[in-house]
């Protein structure tokens, strides 16, 4: 399994923007489709958006269409996630999964490997 971190979270007022990062220190993530989750407190993990290797397949949960973006740097081993327009509904703790194979499903249980997450609260 790969260590992913993730990194860019934080308090953001409604209507602002943060982007994500996901990174496999030692490891090249170009090699591996990504998927985006979000757990908000006292709610089940949710599927964000996923992204195939070569970024060509892009996958997109209804509540974060027109406001997410997922995209990956692959030269530069890293996968992000573009949050515009955000709610607070969007608080959360966001994870980035790793793994082999990129499924248009966009499950928890397509990815192997999980980051420990970075803290998205959308307040004023």
């Known amino acids: 399994q790969l260590q992913l971190v993730e990194s860019g979270g934080g308090l953001v007022q409604p209507g602002g923007s943060l982007r994500l990062s996901c990174v496999a220190p030692g490891i090249t993530l170009a090699s591996y489709a990504i998927g985006w989750f979000r757990q908000a407190p006292e709610k089940e993990r949710e599927a964000v958006s996923c992204i195939s290797i070569t970024g060509s397949k892009t996958t997109y949960a209804d509540s974060v269409k027109g406001r997410f973006t997922v995209s990956r740097d692959n030269a530069g081993n890293t996968v992000y996630l573009q949050m515009n327009n955000l709610t607070p509904e969007d608080t959360a703790i966001y994870y980035c999964?790793?793994?082999?194979?990129?499924?248009?499903?966009?499950?928890?249980?397509?990815?192997?490997?999980w980051g420990r997450g970075t803290q998205v609260t959308v307040a004023s």
């Open positions: 999964a790793a793994d082999l194979w990129y499924s248009d499903t966009c499950r928890e249980a397509d990815f192997e490997s």
